[in-house]
């Protein structure tokens, strides 16, 4: 690979050097949860969050961490996930997802992330956030009609 090629992401760490390593993936989380107390499309998914966004900001740079090639923090810290199955205490439909998606879209257009990344992350991102709802919308007892 030359020096004026683009890393591979997904491959090796090329995901996680391109979001600026632990920093930068602490400073994503930061603006992710920022956008998300500021932004009235998001009041569904914030009213899911303790008032004290800690250590929701730890897990998902942990989990960010090691998702995208780098330092397995989140199961150093706090273990195993699974994705679908870790929020099934919560109720997430379409609207949620869109949320969570509308946040994540804006604190990634905050960062200094090359164009070709930020479209990776968020197309990458979609990936689990759709799951999640699909994993929902197949468990009646989660529907909200129970």
């Given at each position: ?15 996680f050097q391109a979001a600026g390593g632990e920093p930068g993936l602490q400073r994503l989380v930061a603006d992710f949860y920022r956008v998300m107390?500021?932004?009235?499309q998001a009041t569904t998914v914030r009213a899911m969050y303790p008032d004290d966004l800690s250590e929701a900001q730890d897990r998902l740079a ?85």
């Amino acid at each position: 690979m030359t020096s004026d090629q683009e890393p591979v992401f997904g491959v090796g760490d090329a995901s996680f050097q391109a979001a600026g390593g632990e920093p930068g993936l602490q400073r994503l989380v930061a603006d992710f949860y920022r956008v998300m107390d500021e932004s009235p499309q998001a009041t569904t998914v914030r009213a899911m969050y303790p008032d004290d966004l800690s250590e929701a900001q730890d897990r998902l740079a942990s989990f960010l961490s090691g998702w995208l090639g780098g330092p397995k923090r989140y199961a150093e810290k706090y273990g195993g996930i699974s994705i679908p199955q870790f929020h099934t205490r919560w109720q997430v439909g379409e609207a949620e997802r869109d949320a969570w998606l509308f946040c994540m879209e804006q604190a990634i257009a905050r960062q200094p992330y090359t164009p070709a990344f930020a479209e990776y992350l968020l197309r990458q991102l979609r990936v689990p956030a759709e799951r999640i709802r699909q994993v929902q919308a197949a468990c009646p007892a989660r529907s909200g009609h129970s």
